[in-house]
């Protein structure tokens, strides 16, 4: 079925929208991942792979290739390990993303 409407969305109402998808997600302890990241993987690992977001507990990290997936999921224990200074906020998985870029 088409969602066309004839008149433009109310502003507030997209917002609202886009807020409550934004909700589920937690931006500042994102950046709290990327910026803790290098410290916890190998120099290759953390110029190569970035954490994406992290939602319900699960990490993504975008990889360049399988090898650097399969890399990051063996090291993903200690990863996971290393994140607990983050306390309840920190993810108990982790989750690879082959990047097109």
């Known amino acids: 079925m088409n969602d066309f409407r004839p008149e433009p969305a109310r502003l507030g109402d997209v917002l609202n929208k886009i807020a409550?998808?934004?909700k589920k997600v937690d931006l500042r302890l994102i950046d709290e991942i990327r910026t803790l990241w290098p410290t916890l993987v190998d120099p290759a690992l953390g110029e190569h792979c970035r954490p994406?977001?992290?939602k319900n507990g699960v990490l993504i990290v975008?990889?360049?290739s399988g090898?650097?997936?399969q890399r990051v999921t063996q090291d993903s224990p200690s990863i996971i390990l290393g994140f607990s200074v983050l306390g309840e906020r920190a993810?108990?998985?982790l989750r690879t993303v082959?990047?097109?870029q």
Do not use: C, M
Request: charged share 10%.
């Open 20 to 22: 409550g998808r934004l």
């Open 52 to 54: 994406e977001f992290i």
């Open 62 to 64: 975008s990889v360049p």
């Open 67 to 69: 090898a650097f997936a």
């Open 91 to 93: 993810p108990s998985q």
């Open 98 to 100: 082959i990047s097109t």
